[in-house]
């Protein structure tokens, strides 16, 4: 099963679980009516529609897709714009739309209502395409998305951690992870949330968001399939239609667009299902017209252990920036070693980045083939996504302005020691990277070296402006740059 497929049924299966139980919101699990109602609608369906939740979904996906990223102030506004009363929007969403009208700042709406935020489900519920932007990158990267995703409306921890804990179930889920298992795993790689992983086989649950996940990780990991999951979720009776979304879309990333009964897909109008599936292309491209061009500059000052690699290929280009460690001995031959790997090896997501790195690490230090720095970066379209080590830095341009994509990463110990710790990164929306060892970046102020590349100054000439008056170099120095052409 393709990724395509999978995230196609992950957004298309929030909108089928939403409509499915929409009309069976508020009745009581037991109700001897429902499970009857349920089998009716499954075996003869016609003219559905999704409420609010589906609803959002949808906004979160178009609002990631336009940016490339979660911004909170323009999520916020993208389900401000989709609002359509008569889908059901609860009274806190309603009442964070008024806040960010009313002033503009998405940090005042969470709190609109309460103080110390919502913890309802409606966060929870709309992170689809959150967890499908980002299906390539690390835990780490998916895990501050979901927050980000549900901080403009849903401020409390609880429905924070929630939406963490469902962005990655459904990230799992579209990489291949079993079904059977997510808990499981959920658990392992998210301690925080084993208090919302509980099983719920017994009890009335409400709407609260941690009692929303528990609910759709219970029935995912006893279903068989997509409709046998959508209909155990709606079984359970009250908030119908927001459970029948969150597993739909569970099922519909375990198991495919092609998972879900067509009939079902033809009851929804046919614009709402046309939009689903441009939204999912969308989510799986991540690609943005346009060639990425390299320029290099690499200058020895003395011992010339600076070593970089930059090229372009169809669908964007790689650089790698490493410099020796020379004080340790065989600095050169580290980063030789290094570039050279990432030039066979090519791995395209921050998770396989970060693991190559690891795994040069380890060979470097059982050969004692010396130290080194990394900056590996990954261009496609106008998205960067990479890992580093060590003080070479990076930098990316885009419409909002200049961010240093390596400055959390961790500076020691080198590649080489066996004990490095390499820190992802992808940011999108970008059209210019510049990459530059420290015998740049310790000489030129970040702020000068940002202004210079903002000016459009080649690789050469940022490398001049460390030159001392004499025309030499305090240190090798060596600069890439790369730029998205329209």
């Given at each position: 099963m393709s990724t395509a497929d999978?995230?196609?049924?992950?957004?298309?299966?929030?909108?089928?679980?939403?409509?499915?139980?929409?009309?069976?919101?508020?009745?009581?699990?037991?109700?001897?009516?429902?499970?009857?109602?349920?089998?009716?609608?499954?075996?003869?369906?016609?003219?559905?529609?999704?409420?609010?939740?589906?609803?959002?979904?949808?906004?979160?996906?178009?609002?990631?897709?336009?940016?490339?990223?979660?911004?909170?102030?323009?999520?916020?506004?993208?389900?401000?714009a989709r609002h359509e009363p008569a889908r059901g929007y609860g009274k806190g969403m309603r009442a964070a739309f008024r806040a960010f009208e009313r002033t503009g700042d998405w940090r005042a709406a969470p709190h609109a209502l309460w103080p110390e935020g919502s913890r309802g489900n409606g966060c929870v519920v709309r992170v689809a395409g959150v967890a499908a932007w980002h299906v390539e990158d690390e835990l780490e990267v998916v895990s501050e998305a979901a927050a980000r995703s549900a901080a403009p409306t849903h401020a409390h921890p609880d429905a924070i951690g929630a939406t963490r804990a469902m962005t990655l179930a459904l990230w799992h889920l579209l990489r291949g992870g079993p079904p059977s298992t997510l808990r499981s795993w959920l658990a392992s790689v998210e301690p925080a949330s084993a208090r919302l992983l509980r099983p719920v086989v017994a009890v009335d649950v409400g709407t609260f968001a941690p009692d929303s996940l528990a609910l759709a990780l219970t029935v995912m990991s006893a279903a068989s399939g997509f409709a046998d999951a959508v209909q155990a979720a709606v079984a359970l009776g009250h908030d119908t239609d927001t459970n029948g979304a969150m597993v739909g879309a569970l099922a519909g990333a375990a198991y495919g667009r092609g998972a879900i009964p067509a009939d079902w897909i033809a009851a929804l109008p046919p614009p709402v299902v046309r939009r689903t599936a441009a939204l999912a292309l969308g989510l799986y491209e991540k690609t943005e017209s346009g060639r990425w061009t390299m320029d290099v500059c690499s200058v020895a000052a003395s011992a010339g252990e600076d070593r970089v690699w930059a090229e372009t290929d169809a669908d964007g280009g790689w650089i790698v920036v490493a410099d020796g460690a020379g004080g340790a001995g065989r600095g050169a031959e580290a980063a030789d070693y290094l570039v050279e790997r990432v030039r066979q090896d090519r791995p395209v997501s921050g998770r396989s980045i970060v693991s190559l790195l690891e795994s040069i690490d380890l060979e470097l230090a059982a050969r004692a083939s010396g130290l080194t720095t990394a900056v590996v970066l990954r261009l496609q379209g106008g998205r960067a996504v990479g890992a580093s080590v060590g003080d070479s830095v990076s930098w990316v341009f885009g419409p909002d302005g200049c961010e240093e994509l390596t400055e959390h990463q961790s500076r020691r110990p080198l590649v080489g020691s066996g004990k490095a710790r390499p820190r992802a990164f992808v940011r999108s929306g970008v059209e210019r990277v510049v990459l530059a060892t420290d015998g740049v970046s310790a000489f030129l102020p970040a702020d000068r070296l940002t202004a210079l590349a903002e000016r459009g100054a080649t690789a050469r000439e940022l490398v001049d402006a460390v030159r001392l008056p004499s025309g030499t170099l305090r240190d090798d120095a060596t600069v890439a740059l790369a730029e998205l052409s329209s």
């Open positions: 999978r995230i196609h049924g992950a957004l298309l299966g929030t909108l089928i679980g939403d409509a499915f139980g929409r009309p069976f919101e508020g009745i009581a699990r037991g109700d001897a009516r429902l499970r009857e109602a349920i089998r009716a609608r499954a075996a003869a369906p016609r003219h559905w529609d999704h409420s609010d939740d589906g609803e959002m979904a949808l906004a979160v996906a178009e609002s990631v897709t336009t940016l490339g990223r979660v911004d909170e102030a323009h999520l916020l506004g993208t389900l401000a």
